[in-house]
């Protein structure tokens, strides 16, 4: 039995948090069963450090390393609560899979490789939190020509996909990719461009919330087409799949430098970054899916009413839903995802997707560091 429970560990871009998520892989390969999940938030500091490193900054090596190490001791933390709330002990878990902080992601430039980068220790991880981790699970799929990401697709077909119909499933954290389940069994993903990070960041400095709860304050404002057109004019968005981003390119310079000039209420700049999102999300399952039936919603940006009713009202012919109506809870999605990926690997199984990375084939991803 012990060789059937994984954990996955998930912190995204959006920068909330960390999700912890306890589920049981049963070697006959039936469904997996999920046990247990936690969320706990990053402390202020922790979260504030992660973000400045997104960019360029003095000392960033140290600075990078060290929080790294505090990474990996707040996963181990959740961990331990994990594992005392469902009532298991460490030994009786075969794998963690942790995804890291990504901080930069560059697949193919500058030497035709690149890089993405994840901070965390994942020797430390498996010191205090005495499972196995299974982490560094992106920079395989670059090696082999891909863009590292998405990786979920492969999941979100082994969960969702049905035959005989056209599914998507996007998760909308940081930034919003999507999963596009093909009725005859094809599996395309990719990322469709900024999720809440805009949202966020303008909301953080205008009001001082954390987010935009609901998409009340977009919803009081009124969209600008003026920005709109210039937010959507941004080349990545005709880029063909695979592609992949991040905040190297959706960031707080990239929104100034298109609202110069602009005299907007506030509220209004929300809106017009509420409705990038969504048509982006629209877009892209229109372009490379348009017979979709069911469009599956998890990640934080579930929970934003006004931008789910946008993405109803842009996609009339598609059933817009939160993946909690497919028995996956929104916020459990992305955590289970790598607890998957951490079975693949002990598994000596494959878990890449080339068709949605990119990468030349099939790949063993993640380094691990045994208990």
Same mark, same amino acid.
């Given at each position: ?21 306890? $589920?049981?892989?049963? #070697?006959?390969?039936? #469904? ?90 994942? #020797?430390?991880? =498996? ?16 090696? #082999? ?13 082994? &969960? ?22 093909? $009725? ?28 935009? $709860? ?45 609202? &110069? ?75 289970? $995802? ?17 068709? =949605? ?13 045994? =208990?």
């Amino acid at each position: 039995m012990s060789s059937e429970l994984f954990i996955g560990l998930m912190s995204g871009t959006s920068l909330d948090g960390v999700d912890a998520l306890l $589920a049981r892989f049963p #070697a006959d390969g039936t #469904a997996m069963q999920v046990l247990g999940h936690l969320h706990q938030p990053f402390s202020k500091p922790l979260r504030d450090e992660l973000l400045a490193l997104n960019s360029p900054g003095h000392n960033e090596l140290h600075r990078a390393a060290l929080a790294a190490n505090a990474l990996a001791r707040s996963y181990a933390d959740l961990v331990a609560q994990l594992l005392e709330a469902c009532g298991v002990v460490a030994s009786e878990v075969a794998a963690l899979g942790a995804h890291g902080q990504t901080v930069r992601h560059r697949p193919g430039e500058f030497d035709g490789c690149g890089y993405t980068t994840q901070l965390l220790n994942g #020797a430390l991880l =498996a010191e205090q939190s005495g499972v196995a981790v299974v982490c560094d699970l992106r920079s395989r799929d670059v090696a #082999a020509g891909g863009q590292g990401a998405p990786l979920v697709p492969a999941f979100h077909r082994a &969960q969702f996909g049905q035959t005989g119909r056209d599914i998507a499933v996007v998760n909308i954290g940081g930034i919003s990719n999507i999963s596009l389940l093909g $009725a005859d069994g094809s599996t395309l993903g990719f990322d469709c461009g900024p999720g809440n990070c805009l949202m966020d960041a303008w909301i953080q400095e205008h009001l001082g919330h954390e987010f935009d $709860a609901s998409g009340a304050w977009a919803a009081l404002g009124q969209v600008s087409t003026a920005l709109l057109d210039r937010l959507l004019a941004e080349p990545f968005f005709t880029l063909p799949p695979p592609r992949s981003t991040g905040r190297d390119l959706f960031n707080r310079a990239w929104l100034d430098s298109r609202l &110069q000039h602009a005299d907007l209420r506030q509220e209004d700049v929300q809106a017009s970054l509420l409705e990038l999102s969504a048509q982006t999300i629209a877009q892209s399952l229109l372009q490379h899916s348009p017979n979709t039936t069911e469009l599956l919603v998890c990640g934080g940006g579930a929970f934003n009413t006004q931008l789910m009713t946008r993405m109803q009202a842009l996609l009339p012919h598609t059933q817009v839903m939160t993946s909690d109506a497919r028995g996956l809870p929104v916020m459990q999605v992305e955590a289970a $995802a790598f607890a998957w990926l951490a079975m693949r690997h002990l598994r000596q199984l494959p878990g890449n997707l080339a068709a =949605a990375t990119g990468a030349l084939g099939p790949r063993l991803l993640g380094a691990l560091y045994p =208990a």
